[in-house]
């Protein structure tokens, strides 16, 4: 199982930015997809999670109605796309997945990826 987190990078506040997650290795059940992320000296968090038939979708308040999960249904692409960012939305985000239905927890989630460094900031 591997997971490709890219897409982060250097944006204003309220700008936007679309993380993509390719997942591959799941030979059986299209995999639950969450992403995560961790700020220096903060818990991992989750912002946003997709079950595995995309009928199930979970936000937390602090991300409702800035941030999207969707899964491009061609590919095992997940992307989040991030908009009117804040600077306290900086951190390392992560994308994990699971085999299970869906998951809101960073324990709930076995794979993980790499990574990728968001930063907003004027």
């Known amino acids: 199982v591997q997971l490709q987190a890219s897409g982060g990078g250097l944006v204003q506040p309220g700008g936007s930015l679309r993380l993509s997650c390719a997942a591959s290795g799941f030979t059986l059940d299209r995999p639950a997809i969450g992403w995560f992320r961790e700020a220096p000296g903060k818990e991992r968090e989750a912002v946003a999670c997709?079950?595995?038939?995309?009928?199930?979708?979970y936000y937390p308040d602090f991300v409702k109605g800035r941030f999207t999960i969707s899964r491009q249904p061609s590919k095992d692409t997940v992307h989040l796309q991030m908009n009117d960012l804040k600077p306290e939305d900086t951190g390392f985000y992560y994308c994990?997945?699971?085999?299970?239905?869906?998951?809101?927890?960073?324990?709930?989630?076995?794979?993980w990826g790499q990574g990728t460094q968001v930063t907003v900031s004027s």
């Open positions: 994990a997945a699971r085999t299970g239905r869906i998951g809101s927890t960073k324990n709930d989630f076995p794979y």
């Open positions: 997709l079950s595995t038939n995309n009928d199930i979708w």
